[in-house]
Protein backbone atom coordinates (compact mmCIF):
# COMPACT_ATOMS: atom_id res chain seq x y z
CA UNK A 1 0.00 0.00 0.00
CA UNK A 2 1.33 3.09 -0.55
CA UNK A 3 1.90 5.93 2.07
CA UNK A 4 -0.17 8.32 0.14
CA UNK A 5 -3.42 6.54 0.86
CA UNK A 6 -2.66 6.24 4.54
CA UNK A 7 -4.69 8.54 6.25
CA UNK A 8 -3.75 9.63 10.06
CA UNK A 9 -6.82 11.35 12.20
CA UNK A 10 -4.12 13.16 13.63
CA UNK A 11 -3.22 15.45 10.81
CA UNK A 12 -6.83 15.64 10.52
CA UNK A 13 -6.96 17.62 14.36
CA UNK A 14 -7.89 14.50 16.07
CA UNK A 15 -6.46 15.22 19.72
CA UNK A 16 -5.19 11.68 21.63
CA UNK A 17 -6.47 13.22 25.35
CA UNK A 18 -9.50 10.99 25.05
CA UNK A 19 -11.53 14.26 26.02
CA UNK A 20 -11.43 16.40 22.73
CA UNK A 21 -14.09 15.01 20.26
CA UNK A 22 -12.25 13.77 17.01
CA UNK A 23 -15.20 13.19 15.22
CA UNK A 24 -14.75 16.14 12.35
CA UNK A 25 -11.42 14.19 12.35
CA UNK A 26 -12.80 10.85 11.28
CA UNK A 27 -14.84 12.78 8.92
CA UNK A 28 -12.62 14.38 7.26
CA UNK A 29 -10.08 11.41 6.79
CA UNK A 30 -12.78 9.09 5.14
CA UNK A 31 -13.64 11.68 2.61
CA UNK A 32 -9.97 12.06 1.28
CA UNK A 33 -9.88 8.22 1.26
CA UNK A 34 -13.00 8.47 -0.81
CA UNK A 35 -10.90 11.07 -2.82
CA UNK A 36 -8.36 8.57 -3.01
CA UNK A 37 -10.55 6.00 -4.23
CA UNK A 38 -9.56 4.31 -1.07
CA UNK A 39 -7.22 3.89 1.76
CA UNK A 40 -6.39 3.48 5.79
CA UNK A 41 -7.93 5.57 8.52
CA UNK A 42 -5.11 5.23 10.42
CA UNK A 43 -5.43 5.90 14.38
CA UNK A 44 -1.82 6.22 16.12
CA UNK A 45 -1.41 5.20 19.46
CA UNK A 46 -3.02 7.99 22.26
CA UNK A 47 -6.80 7.56 23.46
CA UNK A 48 -9.11 9.16 21.01
CA UNK A 49 -12.89 10.44 21.79
CA UNK A 50 -15.56 9.89 18.66
CA UNK A 51 -19.23 9.38 18.09
CA UNK A 52 -20.24 7.67 15.39
CA UNK A 53 -17.67 6.81 12.37
CA UNK A 54 -19.84 6.26 9.17
CA UNK A 55 -17.36 4.11 6.55
CA UNK A 56 -17.11 4.35 2.94
CA UNK A 57 -16.33 1.28 0.12
CA UNK A 58 -12.49 0.34 -0.27
CA UNK A 59 -11.69 1.93 3.53
CA UNK A 60 -9.27 0.34 6.08
CA UNK A 61 -9.78 1.31 9.46
CA UNK A 62 -6.66 0.64 11.75
CA UNK A 63 -6.26 1.14 14.78
CA UNK A 64 -2.58 0.68 16.26
CA UNK A 65 -1.24 -1.24 18.49
CA UNK A 66 -1.81 1.30 22.03
CA UNK A 67 -4.52 3.14 20.48
CA UNK A 68 -7.51 3.47 22.38
CA UNK A 69 -10.58 4.81 20.41
CA UNK A 70 -13.36 5.70 22.83
CA UNK A 71 -17.09 6.52 21.80
CA UNK A 72 -19.05 9.06 23.03
CA UNK A 73 -21.80 9.09 25.88
CA UNK A 74 -23.67 11.59 24.11
CA UNK A 75 -26.80 10.37 22.11
CA UNK A 76 -26.43 13.45 19.82
CA UNK A 77 -23.15 11.99 18.77
CA UNK A 78 -24.38 9.58 16.72
CA UNK A 79 -27.80 10.26 13.99
CA UNK A 80 -30.89 8.10 13.33
CA UNK A 81 -30.52 5.69 10.92
CA UNK A 82 -32.70 3.37 9.42
CA UNK A 83 -31.75 -0.94 10.09
CA UNK A 84 -32.71 -3.93 11.47
CA UNK A 85 -33.15 -3.66 15.38
CA UNK A 86 -33.72 -7.40 16.66
CA UNK A 87 -34.88 -9.00 13.92
CA UNK A 88 -37.49 -5.53 12.54
CA UNK A 89 -36.54 -2.87 9.88
CA UNK A 90 -36.72 0.27 12.25
CA UNK A 91 -35.09 4.09 12.99
CA UNK A 92 -32.43 3.73 15.17
CA UNK A 93 -29.44 5.21 16.99
CA UNK A 94 -26.79 5.06 14.40
CA UNK A 95 -24.01 2.02 15.34
CA UNK A 96 -21.07 3.42 16.47
CA UNK A 97 -19.05 2.08 13.69
CA UNK A 98 -21.36 1.79 9.94
CA UNK A 99 -21.55 1.75 6.51
CA UNK A 100 -24.78 0.32 4.40
CA UNK A 101 -24.32 -1.08 1.28
CA UNK A 102 -20.27 -0.88 0.97
CA UNK A 103 -17.80 -3.09 -0.34
CA UNK A 104 -14.34 -3.77 0.30
CA UNK A 105 -14.05 -2.36 4.01
CA UNK A 106 -12.57 -3.53 7.20
CA UNK A 107 -11.48 -2.86 10.93
CA UNK A 108 -7.83 -4.09 11.90
CA UNK A 109 -5.23 -3.47 14.24
CA UNK A 110 -4.20 -4.42 17.61
CA UNK A 111 -5.81 -0.88 19.44
CA UNK A 112 -8.86 -1.06 21.88
CA UNK A 113 -12.36 0.02 20.88
CA UNK A 114 -14.71 1.22 24.20
CA UNK A 115 -17.87 2.04 23.73
CA UNK A 116 -18.47 3.56 27.32
CA UNK A 117 -21.72 1.33 27.27
CA UNK A 118 -22.75 1.81 30.87
CA UNK A 119 -25.19 5.23 30.47
CA UNK A 120 -26.57 3.80 27.41
CA UNK A 121 -27.68 0.46 29.57
CA UNK A 122 -28.74 2.56 32.40
CA UNK A 123 -31.04 4.75 29.90
CA UNK A 124 -32.47 0.98 28.73
CA UNK A 125 -33.05 -0.38 31.65
CA UNK A 126 -34.78 2.98 32.53
CA UNK A 127 -36.84 2.54 29.55
CA UNK A 128 -35.71 6.48 28.76
CA UNK A 129 -34.62 6.27 25.16
CA UNK A 130 -36.63 7.94 22.01
CA UNK A 131 -34.65 4.65 19.74
CA UNK A 132 -32.93 1.52 20.32
CA UNK A 133 -29.46 1.53 21.48
CA UNK A 134 -26.33 1.87 19.56
CA UNK A 135 -24.79 -0.91 18.36
CA UNK A 136 -20.88 -1.10 18.24
CA UNK A 137 -20.26 -2.06 14.53
CA UNK A 138 -22.64 -2.66 11.75
CA UNK A 139 -22.38 -3.29 7.71
CA UNK A 140 -25.52 -3.99 6.18
CA UNK A 141 -26.13 -4.72 2.34
CA UNK A 142 -22.38 -4.86 2.25
CA UNK A 143 -19.89 -7.22 0.65
CA UNK A 144 -16.49 -8.38 1.66
CA UNK A 145 -15.97 -7.19 5.41
CA UNK A 146 -13.08 -7.72 7.27
CA UNK A 147 -12.47 -7.56 10.73
CA UNK A 148 -9.33 -8.58 12.79
CA UNK A 149 -7.61 -8.26 15.55
CA UNK A 150 -9.11 -5.71 17.65
CA UNK A 151 -10.31 -5.61 20.98
CA UNK A 152 -13.89 -4.42 21.91
CA UNK A 153 -15.08 -3.62 25.52
CA UNK A 154 -18.35 -1.93 27.05
CA UNK A 155 -20.44 -2.17 23.86
CA UNK A 156 -24.20 -0.49 24.45
CA UNK A 157 -26.12 -3.30 22.76
CA UNK A 158 -25.29 -5.32 20.03
CA UNK A 159 -21.29 -5.95 19.65
CA UNK A 160 -20.70 -7.12 15.74
CA UNK A 161 -23.55 -7.08 13.80
CA UNK A 162 -23.43 -7.68 9.90
CA UNK A 163 -27.27 -7.62 8.28
CA UNK A 164 -27.69 -8.91 5.08
CA UNK A 165 -23.79 -9.22 3.96
CA UNK A 166 -21.84 -11.46 1.74
CA UNK A 167 -18.49 -12.45 2.71
CA UNK A 168 -18.18 -11.32 6.13
CA UNK A 169 -14.38 -12.55 7.85
CA UNK A 170 -14.17 -11.81 12.10
CA UNK A 171 -11.09 -13.01 12.84
CA UNK A 172 -8.95 -13.00 16.47
CA UNK A 173 -10.96 -10.30 17.71
CA UNK A 174 -11.42 -9.91 21.42
CA UNK A 175 -14.88 -9.18 22.91
CA UNK A 176 -15.31 -8.16 26.84
CA UNK A 177 -18.52 -6.53 27.80
CA UNK A 178 -19.73 -7.13 31.71
CA UNK A 179 -21.84 -10.15 32.39
CA UNK A 180 -24.71 -8.06 33.66
CA UNK A 181 -24.84 -5.67 31.19
CA UNK A 182 -28.22 -6.17 28.86
CA UNK A 183 -28.16 -7.52 25.02
CA UNK A 184 -24.41 -7.09 24.15
CA UNK A 185 -24.00 -9.92 22.64
CA UNK A 186 -20.51 -11.11 21.00
CA UNK A 187 -21.13 -11.21 17.38
CA UNK A 188 -24.50 -11.40 15.31
CA UNK A 189 -24.55 -12.56 11.83
CA UNK A 190 -28.28 -11.58 10.62
CA UNK A 191 -29.41 -12.60 7.11
CA UNK A 192 -26.05 -13.01 6.29
CA UNK A 193 -24.32 -15.06 3.54
CA UNK A 194 -20.79 -16.83 3.90
CA UNK A 195 -19.69 -15.19 6.96
CA UNK A 196 -16.44 -16.73 8.22
CA UNK A 197 -15.81 -16.22 12.26
CA UNK A 198 -12.73 -17.37 13.69
CA UNK A 199 -10.23 -17.35 16.34
CA UNK A 200 -12.44 -15.23 18.71
CA UNK A 201 -12.32 -14.44 22.36
CA UNK A 202 -16.01 -13.67 23.91
CA UNK A 203 -17.25 -12.87 27.23
CA UNK A 204 -20.50 -10.86 27.00
CA UNK A 205 -23.73 -10.42 28.95
CA UNK A 206 -26.05 -11.87 26.33
CA UNK A 207 -25.45 -14.76 23.75
CA UNK A 208 -21.81 -15.09 22.30
CA UNK A 209 -22.85 -15.86 19.02
CA UNK A 210 -25.85 -15.73 17.63
CA UNK A 211 -27.25 -16.34 14.06
CA UNK A 212 -30.28 -14.78 13.12
CA UNK A 213 -32.37 -13.98 9.92
CA UNK A 214 -35.67 -11.60 10.88
CA UNK A 215 -39.08 -12.24 12.49
CA UNK A 216 -42.16 -12.54 11.29
CA UNK A 217 -42.82 -8.70 10.73
CA UNK A 218 -38.90 -8.10 9.00
CA UNK A 219 -39.60 -6.43 5.69
CA UNK A 220 -37.47 -8.52 4.17
CA UNK A 221 -36.98 -12.54 4.49
CA UNK A 222 -33.64 -13.26 3.90
CA UNK A 223 -31.76 -16.32 4.82
CA UNK A 224 -28.69 -16.78 7.28
CA UNK A 225 -26.50 -19.66 5.65
CA UNK A 226 -22.98 -20.78 5.09
CA UNK A 227 -21.75 -19.78 8.40
CA UNK A 228 -18.48 -21.04 10.08
CA UNK A 229 -17.08 -20.61 13.27
CA UNK A 230 -14.46 -21.96 14.45
CA UNK A 231 -11.28 -22.26 17.05
CA UNK A 232 -13.18 -19.96 19.72
CA UNK A 233 -13.29 -19.46 23.27
CA UNK A 234 -17.08 -17.97 24.72
CA UNK A 235 -17.16 -17.18 28.34
CA UNK A 236 -20.54 -15.76 30.76
CA UNK A 237 -22.92 -15.40 27.77
CA UNK A 238 -26.49 -16.35 28.06
CA UNK A 239 -25.30 -18.66 25.10
CA UNK A 240 -22.44 -20.11 23.41
CA UNK A 241 -23.27 -20.35 20.20
CA UNK A 242 -27.28 -19.57 19.84
CA UNK A 243 -29.70 -19.76 16.51
CA UNK A 244 -32.90 -17.65 16.55
CA UNK A 245 -35.40 -16.68 17.86
CA UNK A 246 -35.34 -14.63 14.98
CA UNK A 247 -34.87 -16.98 11.91
CA UNK A 248 -38.21 -16.64 10.19
CA UNK A 249 -36.03 -15.78 6.77
CA UNK A 250 -34.22 -19.28 7.70
CA UNK A 251 -31.19 -20.77 8.74
CA UNK A 252 -28.77 -23.31 6.92
CA UNK A 253 -25.66 -24.31 6.39
CA UNK A 254 -23.77 -23.96 9.67
CA UNK A 255 -20.76 -25.37 11.38
CA UNK A 256 -19.40 -24.94 14.58
CA UNK A 257 -15.96 -26.63 15.53
CA UNK A 258 -12.96 -26.16 17.97
CA UNK A 259 -14.49 -24.07 20.48
CA UNK A 260 -14.52 -24.15 24.48
CA UNK A 261 -17.65 -22.36 26.66
CA UNK A 262 -17.09 -21.70 30.02
CA UNK A 263 -19.93 -20.47 32.34
CA UNK A 264 -22.24 -19.63 30.13
CA UNK A 265 -25.95 -20.15 30.35
CA UNK A 266 -26.29 -22.96 27.40
CA UNK A 267 -24.08 -24.09 25.33
CA UNK A 268 -25.43 -24.83 21.56
CA UNK A 269 -29.00 -23.50 21.77
CA UNK A 270 -31.58 -23.18 18.88
CA UNK A 271 -35.13 -21.54 19.52
CA UNK A 272 -38.15 -20.58 18.24
CA UNK A 273 -41.63 -20.74 18.33
CA UNK A 274 -45.01 -20.72 16.75
CA UNK A 275 -45.46 -17.82 13.93
CA UNK A 276 -42.05 -17.40 13.03
CA UNK A 277 -41.85 -19.64 10.31
CA UNK A 278 -38.54 -20.10 8.71
CA UNK A 279 -36.28 -23.46 8.82
CA UNK A 280 -33.15 -24.35 10.41
CA UNK A 281 -31.54 -27.76 9.12
CA UNK A 282 -28.04 -28.58 8.00
CA UNK A 283 -26.49 -27.69 11.18
CA UNK A 284 -22.99 -29.69 11.89
CA UNK A 285 -21.24 -29.39 15.43
CA UNK A 286 -18.04 -30.81 16.24
CA UNK A 287 -15.36 -30.81 18.95
CA UNK A 288 -16.55 -28.89 21.44
CA UNK A 289 -15.42 -28.64 25.09
CA UNK A 290 -17.70 -26.99 28.16
CA UNK A 291 -16.99 -26.34 31.41
CA UNK A 292 -19.89 -24.69 34.19
CA UNK A 293 -22.98 -24.33 31.50
CA UNK A 294 -26.15 -24.71 33.13
CA UNK A 295 -27.51 -26.69 30.22
CA UNK A 296 -25.50 -27.55 27.19
CA UNK A 297 -27.16 -28.09 24.41
CA UNK A 298 -31.16 -27.30 23.84
CA UNK A 299 -33.54 -27.21 21.29
CA UNK A 300 -36.77 -25.11 21.81
CA UNK A 301 -39.55 -24.91 19.86
CA UNK A 302 -42.03 -22.92 22.75
CA UNK A 303 -39.67 -19.61 23.35
CA UNK A 304 -41.75 -17.35 24.61
CA UNK A 305 -39.49 -13.82 25.23
CA UNK A 306 -40.34 -11.25 22.91
CA UNK A 307 -43.18 -9.58 21.31
CA UNK A 308 -46.29 -12.26 20.56
CA UNK A 309 -43.99 -14.54 22.75
CA UNK A 310 -47.25 -14.81 25.67
CA UNK A 311 -49.92 -15.59 22.88
CA UNK A 312 -51.83 -18.87 23.62
CA UNK A 313 -50.54 -20.03 20.40
CA UNK A 314 -47.48 -19.95 21.66
CA UNK A 315 -47.86 -21.51 24.93
CA UNK A 316 -50.41 -24.67 23.48
CA UNK A 317 -48.96 -27.92 23.54
CA UNK A 318 -51.90 -29.58 21.52
CA UNK A 319 -51.17 -29.63 17.61
CA UNK A 320 -51.86 -26.68 15.44
CA UNK A 321 -52.35 -27.04 11.25
CA UNK A 322 -48.85 -26.38 9.67
CA UNK A 323 -48.85 -23.27 7.89
CA UNK A 324 -46.20 -20.58 6.50
CA UNK A 325 -45.78 -19.77 10.14
CA UNK A 326 -44.73 -23.28 11.57
CA UNK A 327 -41.06 -23.27 11.92
CA UNK A 328 -39.36 -26.35 11.77
CA UNK A 329 -35.58 -27.70 13.20
CA UNK A 330 -34.19 -30.71 10.97
CA UNK A 331 -30.69 -32.40 9.76
CA UNK A 332 -28.89 -31.27 13.08
CA UNK A 333 -26.30 -33.29 14.23
CA UNK A 334 -23.21 -32.80 17.08
CA UNK A 335 -20.22 -35.09 17.89
CA UNK A 336 -17.51 -35.00 19.68
CA UNK A 337 -18.85 -33.14 23.11
CA UNK A 338 -17.33 -33.07 26.25
CA UNK A 339 -19.56 -30.68 28.73
CA UNK A 340 -18.52 -30.69 32.53
CA UNK A 341 -20.07 -29.36 36.12
CA UNK A 342 -23.08 -29.37 33.79
CA UNK A 343 -26.42 -28.21 36.53
CA UNK A 344 -30.29 -27.95 35.13
CA UNK A 345 -29.69 -30.96 32.58
CA UNK A 346 -27.42 -32.65 29.91
CA UNK A 347 -30.11 -31.75 27.12
CA UNK A 348 -33.32 -29.96 26.37
CA UNK A 349 -35.15 -30.86 23.16
CA UNK A 350 -39.21 -30.19 22.92
CA UNK A 351 -40.73 -29.47 19.37
CA UNK A 352 -43.92 -28.70 18.38
CA UNK A 353 -46.35 -32.00 18.03
CA UNK A 354 -47.69 -30.89 14.61
CA UNK A 355 -43.21 -29.70 13.38
CA UNK A 356 -41.20 -32.23 15.44
CA UNK A 357 -37.61 -31.84 16.01
CA UNK A 358 -36.56 -33.82 12.95
CA UNK A 359 -33.47 -36.08 11.91
CA UNK A 360 -31.01 -34.84 14.40
CA UNK A 361 -28.17 -37.39 16.00
CA UNK A 362 -25.84 -37.22 18.87
CA UNK A 363 -22.02 -39.11 18.38
CA UNK A 364 -19.46 -39.10 21.45
CA UNK A 365 -21.72 -37.17 23.64
CA UNK A 366 -20.00 -37.03 27.19
CA UNK A 367 -22.19 -34.77 30.18
CA UNK A 368 -20.78 -34.85 33.70
CA UNK A 369 -23.63 -32.64 36.24
CA UNK A 370 -21.99 -30.78 39.10
CA UNK A 371 -21.86 -31.62 42.71
CA UNK A 372 -23.41 -28.38 43.63
CA UNK A 373 -25.63 -27.89 41.06
CA UNK A 374 -28.53 -25.43 41.61
CA UNK A 375 -32.17 -25.96 40.01
CA UNK A 376 -32.72 -23.72 36.71
CA UNK A 377 -34.83 -23.41 33.67
CA UNK A 378 -33.27 -24.89 31.04
CA UNK A 379 -35.34 -23.45 27.85
CA UNK A 380 -37.20 -20.21 28.06
CA UNK A 381 -40.93 -21.36 27.45
CA UNK A 382 -44.27 -21.72 29.81
CA UNK A 383 -44.94 -24.40 32.72
CA UNK A 384 -41.52 -25.67 32.29
CA UNK A 385 -40.32 -26.16 35.87
CA UNK A 386 -36.74 -26.09 37.40
CA UNK A 387 -34.61 -28.74 36.40
CA UNK A 388 -31.52 -30.27 38.63
CA UNK A 389 -28.91 -32.59 37.55
CA UNK A 390 -31.51 -34.12 34.88
CA UNK A 391 -30.42 -36.38 32.10
CA UNK A 392 -31.28 -35.38 28.25
CA UNK A 393 -35.74 -35.04 28.01
CA UNK A 394 -36.93 -35.42 24.41
CA UNK A 395 -40.60 -34.30 24.16
CA UNK A 396 -41.84 -34.32 19.91
CA UNK A 397 -38.54 -35.29 18.16
CA UNK A 398 -38.69 -37.48 15.52
CA UNK A 399 -36.36 -39.43 14.25
CA UNK A 400 -32.77 -39.14 16.20
CA UNK A 401 -29.78 -41.36 16.95
CA UNK A 402 -27.95 -41.55 20.03
CA UNK A 403 -24.52 -43.07 19.64
CA UNK A 404 -21.66 -43.05 22.69
CA UNK A 405 -23.47 -40.59 24.83
CA UNK A 406 -22.97 -40.48 28.27
CA UNK A 407 -24.58 -38.73 31.01
CA UNK A 408 -22.89 -39.05 34.63
CA UNK A 409 -23.59 -38.03 38.19
CA UNK A 410 -27.03 -37.44 36.98
CA UNK A 411 -30.54 -37.86 39.53
CA UNK A 412 -33.16 -40.31 37.44
CA UNK A 413 -33.09 -41.34 34.29
CA UNK A 414 -30.63 -40.69 31.89
CA UNK A 415 -32.99 -40.31 28.76
CA UNK A 416 -36.67 -38.87 29.22
CA UNK A 417 -38.21 -39.31 26.26
CA UNK A 418 -42.18 -38.43 25.08
CA UNK A 419 -44.09 -38.11 21.89
CA UNK A 420 -41.40 -39.57 20.16
CA UNK A 421 -40.91 -41.30 17.16
CA UNK A 422 -38.12 -43.38 16.05
CA UNK A 423 -35.44 -42.59 18.72
CA UNK A 424 -32.08 -44.69 18.89
CA UNK A 425 -29.82 -45.10 21.71
CA UNK A 426 -26.97 -47.05 20.87
CA UNK A 427 -24.01 -47.35 23.95
CA UNK A 428 -25.99 -44.78 26.08
CA UNK A 429 -26.70 -44.33 29.59
CA UNK A 430 -29.27 -45.93 30.59
Same mark, same amino acid.
Given at each position: ????????????? !??????????? !?????????????????????????????????? $??????????????????? %??????? #????????????? %????????????????? *????? #???????? /?? /?????????????????????????????? =??????????????????????????????????????????????????????????????????????????????????? $?????????? +?????????????????????? *???????? =????? $??????????????? %??????????????? /?????????? !???????? +?????????? !??????????? =???????????????????????????????????????????????????????????? =??????????????
Amino acid at each position: MSYTTIFNITDFG !AVPDGKTLCTD !AFKAAVRKCEEAGGGTVYVPAGRFLTGAIHLSSN $INLHIDAGAVLMFSQNPED %YPIVYSR #WEGEEAEVYSPLI %YGDNVENVSITGYGTLD *GQGEP #WWKLHREK /KL /KYPRPRFICFQNSERVLIKGIKITNSPAWT =INPVSCNNVVIDGVTIKNPADSPNTDGINPDSCRNVRISNCYISVGDDCVAIKSGVEYSKYRIPCENITITNCTMLDGHGGVV $IGSEMSGSVR +NITISNCVFEGTDRGIRIKSRR *GRGGVVED =IRVDN $IVMKKVMCPLVMNLY %YFCGKGGKDDIVRDK /KPHPVNEGTP !AFRRIHLS +NVTAREAGAC !AGFFYGLPEMP =IEDVSFHNVYVHMADDAKPDVPAMMDDLEPMKKRGIYLNNVKDAVFSNVKITNHEGKAFT =IENCENIRLTDCSE
